[in-house]
């Protein structure tokens, strides 16, 4: 249903443009939770921006097509633009708590929605508000209250029932967790996963957070500098991570049960995207390097169904690295 | 174990409201606990719980409403923190009781360079020191945070949210402390970076000999780096004891709920029933505004008991901690949420 | 820090303008020697001429050369706004910083001073004051405008110094034992400079038109070189309606160029201080953003 192909988006800023998305391709089924997970900077919010078409100069999508529903939006028309946004596609964003309006009551906010995209009657618009609130559990009182009214989780689920007040085919957020606590945490995300199961919407959610998907994405796309480090199967990546990126973030995380053990996390930090790295982007961090690796950008290769960009699977490089450490069994192969 | 401070019935109340509905916010309500020295405590609860605001009294950012904060400073009996007016009392108490704040993006001046915390630091409290010494220290703390002296002309915007909560610590350092008030040093940093910072802690506990009082939501990072656990809900304890204790056999069942809402990547995923289950709690901390007697977590406990909504349920030891939790004092096992 | 400041100023049309035209000013003001042959109160000359090359703007109702007299009277007007200007904007930032930082007691005292002081009405209060003390030189013009300015920039700042109040940095320099006239002067105001500066512009432009407001009415002193006096002397001269109307228009184009130098200037540092203001050119286009480059690891 959204097919992102190619994706690459520039920032124009002054004598180097910075490449924050690097020709990144996923796609979203009917009906799926993606998850895109990575650290700060890696480009997942730009990403998320630029499939949303809410990207603001000096960030411009310089390649690459995001087709929704058959149509690309990146060249769409204003006009077609807006009778889709909401009505199939709708946006959640990041502090979505202070996105709502502070000196309007949230039915007021509701219905300039509802409104703008056709809906006139007031008794229509009302009755709709109520529905969606009730859908999120806020009880539809709520639609006289200000937002400073609300309570942070509160806010956030009314932010969800905006979202989906036309019922849209698909729902991008933009870490629509990150300033809640852990218990309102769970209750907003199997809420969601709720709602999804209840009216079939597709979701892309965004996030840093790697254990927060790991229960409720079917899919994951990992980034890491602008670029798709690992994509695949949630439980698949969980079980066995390929790439050493994913592995360093699956192992970041203290668990509170089992045995304690000392954790490493990923030493350094992400690179400055305005310099053009040589080779792997993730090679100056990486535990497991191979010469290789800080001469060859790696290809996004396809393993039994999960894709991954690291050179340790390019069967050719490979070969050579277990060549050149003393290991010549296989003769050196030309790479595609 | 050595004792380094202690609260007793602390108690912080707000007067809010405007001259139509005033109101009393009880942000903190007798809450009594001790820190060891070489020792890392925990002060775990939602937004809302009351730990900000008990950062806030030891810091001595306020003053409480009532109850009393002893610090020992290792030169005989203690000295509760009303008794510091003098302005070199007030200054040796911040300089060995320290704090290291939450957000890594407004915590530094964006004016200066990162080093200028650390020399004001510096030569506020520990005066004796000349211009060079003063450089020399500041290069020392800045290597035990892992920096590097090289970091020290640099300006905040150039550094990476870590790094700008590792010049915090290296603040915090710098006065020679006894104990860090680190109030959520990790919440607003990625996942991945965490660690890092958590394993600072634990090497500034052995390596340094602070004494550090985490402040956190996190449970996870909060038996990772933690000797003892601190749980808050609603402005009071529900909690306390050993981690592995706690985490094991939780008593209250506000600690249950917390356990059982932590995702645990390693674990399966949770079936529709859980899901549903799930769904129908909430997560919302009530805001204490004019409490009537009785426990505050009764109106979400599924294991309440008539007396929970009367009696305000005390702090009382139970195995090898304490719990605020009339049903778990009783005798009986309490398995709220699974 | 500097240095990025530099390279905005440097990018931003507007304050290059605006730099480019005060500094104009600036050097005419300091060497005017350099410009007007003539001495400008020399009442040397046939009286009423229009420009020729003798005398580039003509001359005034006494014989006295416009041209000369527009030179040699851009010093007075720049020491009274800059001078004004600056000390306005100090006390402003002194006075409105405190009351935010402070709060409680002190800001409710020093937000009564401050609007009691906004409250005067302000022309007014310039003619009394300046009719008792006659033929006020710049000095007089400087005290008056500072005392009837700092007001309203007080409010400003306070308001702006609010917002920043709950950064962390402030409660750690209070948690580690600094003094708060310490904090004040030396971890808030710097963060404020941009705005102190666009404070002090406005302050400025907003002062070279009371000065020359002042100075048309004969409140200053009549005898002195200045674009206001120029006006005044005009205006007695009939000399717009009599057709001279070089001796009105040279002086109100200098008042008005000047005026717009440090506008454009404001602008641009209004710009810095709060990037939602920056102007936004999309890249089709193709020319550079007026922005500076902020290397926070903020998700892209």
């Known amino acids: 249903m959204l097919e992102v192909s190619g994706l690459t988006v520039d920032y124009l800023t002054g004598t180097n443009p910075v490449r924050a998305v690097d020709d990144v391709s996923l796609s979203v089924g009917r009906g799926e939770f993606v998850g895109i997970v990575g650290e700060s900077g890696c480009g997942k919010s730009t990403l998320l921006f630029a499939i949303a078409r809410l990207l603001s100069p000096p960030a411009v999508v310089t390649a690459g097509s995001v087709t929704f529903r058959g149509e690309n939006l990146v060249t769409m028309t204003d006009r077609r633009l807006n009778a889709i946004r909401w009505q199939n596609l709708s946006v959640v964003m990041q502090s979505a708590m202070n996105a709502l ?9 509701f219905a300039d929605a509802l409104r703008a995209h056709g809906t006139i009657s007031r008794k229509a618009v009302a009755a709709r508000s109520a529905e969606v609130l009730r859908l999120v559990g806020i ?4 639609l006289g209250s200000y937002p400073h009214q609300l309570s942070g989780g509160m806010r956030q689920r009314a932010m969800i029932a905006m979202a989906l007040l036309f019922t849209p085919d698909l729902v991008i957020m933009d870490e629509p967790t990150s300033a809640l606590d852990v218990v309102a945490q769970r209750s907003l995300m199997t809420q ?10 597709a979701v892309v959610f965004v996030t840093h957070d790697m254990s927060l998907v790991s229960h409720y994405s079917d899919r994951l796309v990992v980034m890491y500098a ?3 480090a690992e994509a695949g199967a949630t439980r698949r990546i969980f079980d066995r991570p390929l790439h050493p990126y994913s592995r360093g973030l699956l192992e970041a995380f203290p668990s509170i049960r089992g045995d304690k053990v000392p954790l490493q996390g990923i030493p350094g930090s992400p690179p400055d995207l305005s310099v053009i790295h040589n080779g792997c982007r993730f090679s100056p961090r990486c535990p497991v390097k191979l010469p290789a690796c800080e001469t060859t950008p790696p290809a996004l290769l396809d393993r039994e169904g999960t894709s991954v960009r690291c050179l340790l699977y390019d069967p050719g490089i490979a070969a050579v690295a277990q060549a050149e450490a003393g290991q010549a069994t296989q003769p050196r192969r030309r790479r595609l | 174990m050595t004792e380094l401070l202690r609260a007793e019935h602390l108690t912080r109340h707000f007067k809010i409201g405007g001259t139509l509905a005033r109101g009393t916010l009880h942000a903190v309500d007798d809450v009594s606990f001790l820190i060891g020295e070489r020792e890392i405590v925990a002060l775990a609860g939602e937004s809302g719980s009351g730990k900000s605001t008990v950062a806030r009294l030891l810091a001595r950012v306020y003053p409480p409403t009532s109850g009393t904060v002893t610090y020992f400073d290792g030169t005989g009996a203690g000295k509760p923190l009303s008794a510091l007016r003098s302005r070199r009392d007030a200054l040796r108490y911040s300089a ?6 939450q957000d890594p993006f407004s915590s530094l001046n964006p004016v200066f360079r990162v080093s200028h915390g650390v020399l004001r630091a510096l030569k506020l409290h520990r005066p004796e020191l000349s211009a060079a010494e003063r450089r020399a220290e500041a290069a020392r703390v800045f290597d035990v945070v892992g920096l590097g002296a090289g970091m020290l002309g640099r300006f905040p915007h150039e550094l990476s949210g870590g790094q700008r909560q590792r010049v915090g610590f290296a603040q915090a350092l710098a006065t020679r402390p006894r104990l860090i008030l680190a109030d959520e040093p990790v919440s607003m940093l990625d996942t991945s970076i965490r660690i890092g910072l958590l394993n600072l802690m634990a090497k500034l506990r052995a390596e340094e000999g602070v004494s550090i009082l985490y402040i956190t939501h996190d449970i996870a990072s909060a038996r990772y780096v933690a000797d003892r656990l601190i749980v808050m809900y609603a402005g009071r304890i529900a909690e306390t004891g050993p981690v592995e204790d706690v985490l094991a056999a939780p008593r209250h069942p506000y600690t249950q709920l917390l356990l059982s809402a932590v995702p645990d990547p390693k674990a399966p995923p949770p079936g529709l029933e859980a899901l549903a289950a799930a769904a129908g709690e909430r997560g919302e901390p009530p805001k204490v505004i004019d409490p009537r007697p009785g426990c505050r977590f009764q109106p979400r406990c599924p ?21 605020a939790c009339h049903v778990a004092q009783s005798g009986a096992e309490v398995k709220a949420f699974s | 820090m500097r240095k990025t400041l530099w390279r905005a100023l440097a990018r931003s049309p507007k304050a290059t303008a605006g730099a480019i035209l005060l500094a104009v000013f600036i050097v005419l003001a300091l060497f005017p020697g350099l410009f007007a042959r003539d001495n400008p109160t020399t009442i040397a000359y046939p009286r009423n001429l229009g420009p020729s090359a003798a005398h580039l703007f003509g001359t005034t109702g006494l014989g006295q050369d416009v041209f000369s007299q527009a030179i040699y009277g851009t010093r007075p007007v720049l020491e009274i706004a800059l001078g004004a200007g600056l000390a306005s904007t100090l006390i402003a930032a002194l006075i409105g910083v405190a009351a935010a930082y402070l709060g409680g ?62 950064r962390d940095f402030l409660a750690a320099a209070r948690v580690r034992g600094e003094r708060a006239a310490y904090i004040i002067a030396v971890e808030i105001l710097p963060t404020m400079i941009s705005l102190l500066v666009a404070a002090f512009l406005i302050n400025a432009l907003y002062d070279v038109l009371f000065a020359s407001s002042l100075q048309f009415l004969g409140l200053g002193d009549p005898n002195s070189v200045a674009w206001g006096t120029m006006l005044y002397w005009a205006q007695n001269n009939e000399a717009l309606q009599t057709g001279y109307y070089l001796q009105a228009i040279v002086p109100g184009a200098a008042i008005a160029l000047l005026g717009a130098a440090l506008a454009l200037l404001n602008y641009a540092f209004d710009e810095i201080g709060n990037p939602a203001l920056r102007p936004v050119r999309a890249p089709r286009a193709r020319r550079r953003l007026a922005s500076i480059r902020i290397r926070r690891p903020v998700s892209a």
């Not at chain 3, 000095?139 to 500072?146: F, R």
Request: a negative charge.
């Open chain 1, 192 to 201: 969601i996963k709720e709602l999804q199961r209840e009216l079939g919407f």
């Open chain 1, 226 to 228: 602008g670029q798709v």
């Open chain 2, 96 to 101: 060995q009781v320290p704090m290291v704040f």
């Open chain 3, 105 to 166: 007691f002190w800001d409710g005292a020093l937000n009564v001073f401050t609007d009691v002081v906004l409250v005067i009405p302000l022309f007014p209060l310039l003619i009394v004051i300046a009719a008792y003390v006659h033929n006020s030189g710049t000095g007089v013009l400087i005290a008056v405008l500072t005392f009837t300015g700092w007001a309203y920039t007080a409010r400003q700042l306070r308001s702006q110094a609010l917002s920043l109040r709950s």
């Open chain 1, 101 to 109: 309006n502070p000196v309007m009551p949230v039915g007021a906010q």
């Open chain 1, 139 to 142: 009880d539809a009182v709520h």
């Open chain 2, 303 to 323: 294991v309440a008991i008539d007396q929970c909504a009367t009696v305000t349920p005390e702090l009382l030891p139970l195995g090898t901690g304490e719990a």
